[in-house]
């Protein structure tokens, strides 16, 4: 007993509680943290406060009571960090101001390190949260919507880090913004369970940010769910990527990556369920393809990649590729279009699978060929390509493919 | 003689619209792809265009990225023409006549933080406000 308290003992010393409300001490945020010392508490009790920016220098714990409303009103970056371990909790902060080149938003970490972000609501921002070079900081159990803009340019992301280490990403939602959640130059970071929904371009993209990790995320309806571009050792589990339709509309984009996994990944509705461009040595295992138009369209600059037990169901094209694929890998894949026989009984079909049809082929190569789809000439043109091949690439297929779906 | 008229008017009006304008071709804002980085094009101002001499348009979103593309495709870009944006006014001008301003507080995409500018006082001008430097 004695000893708990004795941990505690320089905490309850040292540390003070400051209180800000109409009936308060303080009036304002902004004199509150001016009279706080390092390691105090802020306690804010409901209402609106229009402050200003509100610029943070020395580990302070700031906590709303009954969610009380910071208002940027479209001029200021709000909440300023530049100390490290602030803790920001129970707020709603709303109306940042815009700026292109600064990139103002809602709340800007200044090389702040063991910062806390967690059950905010943020509302009608440019951008959410931009950080900028943190280290080991933990955004947590946010809402972040805007409806600011319609299009790409009137808005910033949701979550934006830049040059920073072992960010934490953890329950967010996030919903209206330019990228749901924007990682530049960013490593050893780990992103988990968010919803990333109805945003402008992507919902999560990676730009030359290596070793990070996300699992168990979903992708609803963006211009593509995830792009991975310039980044190595990304580890890619559990997540869902459904509804991107549209033109030029991605699930999972990869853009020269290389050294990652994929695995146990839902992939249905999408126009492309993934784009490869220079990807190499990608593993994909265990990962679900319903219902897209294309499942897989591979670059022919693509290298070295394995796809093993992987499911493709009621795809349209399972692959589409713009050259001859010599290096890829395709293995023990249950392929629903598959019209195989097992005489053997060991779950896996006697003759290889060619995913690759050669209407696909034509397609790729000349888009308005698209009109004959589904066509009494197009299921011919197919039969004869499996009996005497000529134009789809010999080497491209499946030697083991499944009988039975892989339960995953 | 009058139908030998006809003809010929009829037939310089299909040549005229069958000879597209080799100049540079819109781009759609947050529809199209920058073809070397695959992004969508979400900022008009440091977008520029590869135009073949076939008088295929390739679209980029950053200086930079068109610079990359050049390097990697020579087929493509041997006897193109390069244009950029002026940043001011979003209209392409040619690469050649244009003035760059890099660095300083420019973001620009995909890292090339390079503004193009058609006039160079307006150049000078901005770069003094933005931190930046011209590069030529």
């Known amino acids: 007993m004695f000893r708990i308290l004795f941990l505690f003992f320089p905490v309850l010393i040292f540390s003070n ?54 208002d940027g009103e479209m001029k200021h970056e709000i909440l300023s960090f530049r100390g490290h371990h602030i803790v920001l909790k129970g707020f709603k902060i709303i109306n940042s101001g815009q700026d292109e080149i600064k990139n103002i938003g809602a709340i800007r970490l200044y090389d702040s390190h063991f910062s806390v972000i967690a059950n905010n609501i943020f509302e009608n921002n440019y951008f959410g949260i931009y950080i900028q070079r943190g280290y080991r900081c933990l955004i947590e159990n946010n809402r972040i919507t805007s409806s600011r803009s319609k299009s790409q ?15 934490w990403i953890k329950n967010n939602y996030i919903e209206g913004h330019k990228d749901g ?37 979903t992708f609803d309806n963006n211009n593509a769910g995830v792009a991975v571009m310039y980044s190595n050792n990304v580890g890619m589990a559990g997540n869902s990527f459904i509804n991107n339709w549209g033109d030029a509309n991605y699930g999972l984009l990869l853009k020269d990556i290389s050294f990652s996994k994929i695995k146990q ?48 169901i009621n ?28 005489l053997n009984k060991d779950k896996i079909g006697d003759v290889p699978f060619h995913p690759l049809s050669l209407y696909a082929v034509l397609v790729e190569n000349n888009p308005a060929i698209m009109l004959l789809f589904k066509t009494f000439f197009v299921d011919l043109l197919d039969k004869t390509e ?16 499944l009988m039975k779906k892989v339960i995953s | 003689m009058n139908i030998l008229k006809n003809t010929f008017a009829v037939g310089s009006v299909i040549a005229m619209l069958s000879c597209q304008s080799s100049g540079p071709k819109d781009i759609a804002l947050g529809k199209d792809q920058c073809d070397n980085c695959r992004m969508t094009i979400s900022a008009l101002g440091y977008a520029a265009e590869l135009v073949t001499d076939k ?14 593309y050049e390097g990697s495709n020579p087929d493509q870009a041997k006897n193109a023409k390069l244009y950029v ?38 150049a000078q001008k901005a770069a003094a406000a933005l931190g930046a430097g011209l590069t030529k």
């Open chain 1, 17 to 70: 509680v400051l209180r800000v409300g109409k009936n308060e001490q303080f009036k304002t945020i902004q004199q509150a943290v001016a009279a706080s010392k390092s390691g105090d508490s802020i306690l804010v009790e409901s209402g609106v406060y229009r402050e200003g920016n509100i610029n943070i220098t020395k580990p302070l714990t700031l906590i709303g009571i009954g969610r009380p409303v910071l």
């Open chain 1, 265 to 312: 990944n839902r992939f249905s509705n999408n126009t492309i369920a993934i784009f490869m461009d220079g990807a190499t040595k990608v593993d994909f295992f265990r990962n679900n393809f319903e219902d897209n138009g294309w499942a897989m369209k591979i670059n022919s600059n693509c290298m070295e990649n394995k796809f093993i037990n992987n499911n493709f």
């Open chain 1, 153 to 167: 340019e009137g808005i910033g992301d949701g979550i934006h880090a830049w040059v920073s280490e072992e960010i």
């Open chain 2, 55 to 68: 008088g295929r348009a390739y679209k980029f979103d950053d200086i930079m990225c068109m610079n990359m």
């Open chain 1, 181 to 217: 959640i924007y990682l530049e130059k960013v490593t050893d970071s780990y992103i988990y369970r968010n919803f990333s929904k109805k945003n402008l371009r992507y919902g999560l993209h990676f730009m030359s940010s290596n070793d990070c990790v996300y699992v168990n995320n």
């Open chain 2, 85 to 122: 944006v002026d940043y001011p006014t979003g209209k392409f001008i040619e690469k050649s006549k244009a003035t760059f301003i890099k660095g300083g507080s420019i973001k620009s995409p995909m890292g090339g933080n390079t503004q193009a500018y058609q006039n160079k006082a307006a």
């Open chain 1, 386 to 401: 499996k009996i005497i091949p000529s134009l789809t690439p010999e080497n491209f297929k499946d030697e083991e493919p």
């Open chain 1, 315 to 342: 795809n349209t094209f399972d692959v589409g590729t713009s050259g001859t694929m010599a290096m890829n890998d395709f293995k023990r894949n249950f392929w629903d279009k598959y019209e195989g026989y097992d």
